[in-house]
């Protein structure tokens, strides 16, 4: 953490992800805050983000433009729920997010098979990203 003293009830994971198959291609295109960007088109989208910065800050942006709908929209009733709007589980067949219709900047991401690293955000991730995530 850059503010240690800020974040002692914090930890930082690091996490990496990668599909064990052939995601891009399945027939029930994977969905959610990370599956989504699983979708073989090796472009990023770079959604909006806070600028604000300070000792203490209130996130406004969540990932807008990056995603399909919005952050309500995948929450989810208890940690082991699987329904959410954009649910795909128990599916037998379901497309890839309609990325024309996001409003993020769109980023070349690298070739497949080739590693690329940076930090979670409003972006969407490449399989071999490396995620940082803050978790209470």
Known sequence: ???????????LLDIGVEALYDADHDVVAPHGI???AYDGDNIGINGK???ERGPETTTKAQAEGAI???????KV???FSTDFKYSRFNARFAPHRDVSKL????????????????SAGASDFA??????LVVD
Not at 68 to 74: A, Q, T, V
Request: net charge positive; hydrophobic share 35%.
């Open 49 to 51: 983000s806070d600028s």
């Open 127 to 132: 399989p071999e990203d490396l995620l940082s």
């Open 34 to 36: 990370i599956g989504q």
């Open 1 to 11: 953490f850059g503010n240690l003293a800020a974040n002692k009830h914090k930890k």
């Open 103 to 118: 409003t993020g900047d769109r980023v070349q991401l690298a070739a497949a098979g080739a590693k690329v690293s940076k």
């Open 77 to 79: 009733a208890s940690k």
């Open 68 to 74: 399909e709908g919005e952050w309500r929209d995948y």
